[in-house]
């Protein structure tokens, strides 16, 4: 990037860390009006600036500035409307995107999560499974056991185990704890222990899943001894 360019994008972050509302949107007269063709770099800088801030209005105008926009840029507008729970744009705004990466997937698959709208939470999970499998990660997984966990969906939560499984994601830390978690809390505590026994890993989180979940389910000596195990293992 440019001199200027690098400029303003420390600007920007100083903006977004200070929630300077009212510099931000100085900043796109200035950007516009010193520099003749701003690059897609800093004007993406400038989008996930106003994301941050909650700046729709000006988020959409930079956009539409963009020449070339890139991928950077179609996650920064569509992570903006995510914020601000307009679904229905987020929804639009992703279909019109002509390439997608993990981030995109994810972002998707929260947005609706987060907000309550768990069935299109799952729509964009299964669409991602048949059109995107190369962009699923540790988050997807992990999004989805906790979903399935909130929403007691059994069924589903043993689906997503066995693609877990298919994807080779099972050693992943972020992964194995939200799938503890999810049988523990489906009552499915013999799943949920014969998981545990075959972890490589095992540290205190998981301990405490395994420990709470033995006593939700009235096996409290197992839950004890689970418990005495945790504390000569040095996790206490």
């Known amino acids: 990037m440019s001199s200027s360019s690098n400029y303003y994008v420390s600007v920007l972050k100083l903006c977004s860390e200070s929630q300077n ?21 800093l004007l993406n800088n400038l989008i996930s600036t106003y994301s941050k801030l909650g700046h729709l209005a000006y988020a959409h105008r930079v956009f539409d500035h963009i020449p070339q926009s890139n991928l950077s840029s179609w996650n920064a507008i569509l992570s903006i409307y995510s914020k601000l729970g307009r679904l229905s744009q987020m929804q639009q705004i992703f279909d019109l995107m002509p390439f997608r990466d993990g981030a ?37 997984f992990s999004t989805m056991l906790i979903l399935c966990s909130n929403c007691r969906w059994m069924d589903l939560g043993r689906q997503i ?45 998981k301990c405490n899943i395994m420990i709470i979940g033995l006593m939700r389910r009235g096996m409290v000596e197992a839950s004890k001894r689970l418990f005495h195990g945790l504390k000569e293992c040095s996790y206490l």
Request: net charge positive; hydrophobic share 40%; proline share 3%.
């Open 104 to 140: 995109s997937w994810n972002l998707a698959i929260s947005s609706y999560a987060n907000y309550g709208s768990n069935t299109n939470a799952v729509g964009v999970y299964k669409l991602m499974l048949k059109d995107a499998t190369m962009t699923l990660n540790h988050i997807t």
């Open 21 to 41: 509302q009212t510099q931000s949107k100085k900043l796109y007269c200035l950007i516009f009006k010193t520099i003749t063709h701003p690059e897609t770099l």
């Open 161 to 205: 185990h066995g693609q877990i499984l298919k994807f080779v994601f099972g050693s992943y830390v972020f992964v194995g704890s939200p799938l503890l978690d999810m049988y523990a809390k489906l009552g499915l505590i013999f799943d949920a222990k014969r998981y545990y026994e075959k972890m490589p890993e095992r540290n205190v989180v």
